[in-house]
């Protein structure tokens, strides 16, 4: 869906899109500072000096006229408003502070500010064939990353050392950055779901869990693989492990169009239920991924009913976790299709045991 869809179902005389993410899909424009107007029947983008020639170059072939403004962008912003005769605006209300949202009754005057929700953030959740090669470019450098740091998994190596070799073998192979702060959580860490790769030395006979990934030209890549790292896992391990591997694979193999998000949470947390483990699962099994790590659609329990969609993006990642042993979790990124659902990365999912 494009802008225009938005002003016309909302029955909008125009949006202005401020939030750096829609800026970027709806504009093309990847810099840091920069407003567009979109109207019924024309499409601005103001910049200020640092982003004008650039903005030309990004915005122009997506069909906004760029508006070079010297000093403060939302005057000029008040100007087309104005001259537009716009009577009903869309605004990022998700996005804009209190503060802003003051300024901008003041300076559009009589103008009805309508907020926007979630909607422009909707229209990013079916992805193009561009969006989807650049997203599997992403998860490609992640799993290549990956298989050049099991090796430097030893004794006395810092989790932030990994973390940092991890990072910096992404970016060798391209990518723009990390997509999120990474997560290197080994031994009793890896109870913790979202344990940030701390000073914590690597030790013996305990899991690693690794949760990263990359941006590339913009789009992100999210993946999750555990190892054992030791010479005698225990049962308890192995039981663990292999509870969520085949909730992974079981939600997985279900995934596919037509499919309510909840429908499909349900599939991976119903197994792990009835292992035994329903109180160790304690976040939704998954989330949209593209030009934000996080987004639409949510794959919980408690999201609101969003279908999945042919070439919607998203994460399949359950797991357990146990104060004071010890968590697993596996995350794949997934292309949903008609019947089905493509994986996208390649790194195996079966047990790694390093000694
Ligand atoms: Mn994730």
Do not use: W
């Amino acid at each position: 869906m494009g802008i225009c869809d938005v002003i016309e179902e909302k029955e909008l005389d125009g949006v202005l899109i401020t939030n750096l993410s829609n800026l970027r899909y709806f504009t093309g424009f990847t810099g840091t500072t920069g407003v567009a107007l979109a109207l019924k029947d024309a499409k601005f983008f103001f910049a200020d000096f640092r982003y004008v020639e650039q903005a030309k170059k990004q915005v122009v072939p997506r069909g906004y006229l760029v508006v070079g403004v010297e000093r403060d962008l939302l005057n000029k912003v008040t100007e087309y408003i104005k001259d537009g005769g716009i009577k009903k605006l869309g605004i990022e209300d998700l996005d804009v502070s209190v503060a802003k949202y003051r300024v901008y009754q003041e300076k559009f005057g009589g103008v009805e500010l309508i907020g926007l929700g979630d909607s422009l953030l909707k229209c990013r959740m079916v992805k193009t064939e561009e969006e989807l090669n650049l997203i599997k470019k992403a998860a490609e450098i992640a799993d290549e990353a990956f298989s050049k740091i099991l090796p430097k998994i030893k004794e006395g190596v810092s989790e932030k050392e990994l973390a940092n070799e991890l990072e910096y073998e992404m970016k060798k192979l391209g990518a723009d950055d990390k997509s999120f702060e990474t997560i290197i959580a080994s031994n009793y860490r890896s109870a913790m779901p979202h344990g940030v790769a701390s000073e914590k030395l690597i030790e013996k006979e305990g899991f690693v869990k690794f949760d990263f990934g990359c941006f590339y030209k913009g789009y992100a890549s999210d993946m999750t693989r555990t190892v054992y790292y030791g010479d005698s896992i225990s049962s308890k391990h192995l039981e663990v492990y292999n509870t969520v591997l085949e909730a992974q694979k079981l939600a997985v193999s279900k995934a596919k169009a037509g499919m309510e998000v909840k429908e499909l949470d349900k599939v991976a947390r119903d197994y792990i239920i009835q292992k035994g483990y329903g109180e160790n699962f304690g976040h939704g099994l998954g989330h949209g991924i593209g030009l934000e790590i996080h987004e639409y659609p949510y794959v919980s329990s408690n999201a609101e009913n969003i279908v999945l969609q042919e070439n919607m993006v998203v994460t399949i990642e359950p797991g357990i976790y146990i104060e004071g042993f010890g968590g697993v979790r596996i995350e794949d990124d997934v292309i949903i299709k008609k019947d089905g659902c493509e994986i996208i990365n390649k790194t195996s999912k079966e047990l790694i045991v390093i000694k």
